[in-house]
Nanobody, 124 residues
Framework: QVQLVESGGGLVQAGGSLRLSCAASGRTYSNYAMGWFRRAPGKEREFVATINWSGSSTYYRDSVKGRFSISRDNAKNTVYLQLNSLKPEDTAIYYC?????????????????WGQGTQVTVSS
């Protein structure tokens, strides 16, 4: 069993930054690839970013490339999502997720454990 707890969300003006954290506990976190997803009001959940077990491989959805950065610290059992140059369309609940494989994935069904989410609101 893996428990995931997100933090770091909040209200920020357009152009601002936030850093989301996802703390993992339970099974061997460092063996798992991790992902961030988001759900905006009235929309379906969508992939944001993913990172492999070691942090050597990452992948992003096109709309956040160059603005968001995913990283992980396996010693701290934590994955991060740095959000820069935020736009109102980035407003959503952000979820971190863990999959039972070491390699990256962009589909939600590939992920087994999910956090409860953290709200990010970007004002214009």
């Amino acid at each position: 069993q893996v428990q995931l707890v997100e933090s770091g969300g909040g209200l920020v003006q357009a152009g601002g930054s936030l850093r989301l954290s996802c703390a993992a506990s339970g099974r061997t976190y460092s063996n798992y690839a991790m992902g961030w997803f988001r759900r905006a009001p009235g929309k379906e959940r969508e992939f944001v970013a993913t990172i492999n077990w070691s942090g050597s491989s990452t992948y992003y959805r096109d709309s956040v490339k160059g603005r968001f950065s995913i990283s992980r610290d396996n010693a701290k059992n934590t994955v991060y999502l740095q959000l820069n140059s935020l736009k109102p369309e980035d407003t959503a609940i952000y979820y971190c997720a863990a999959r039972l494989q070491p390699t990256t994935a962009i589909d939600a069904y590939e992920y087994y454990y999910w956090g409860q989410g953290t709200q990010v609101t970007v004002s214009s």
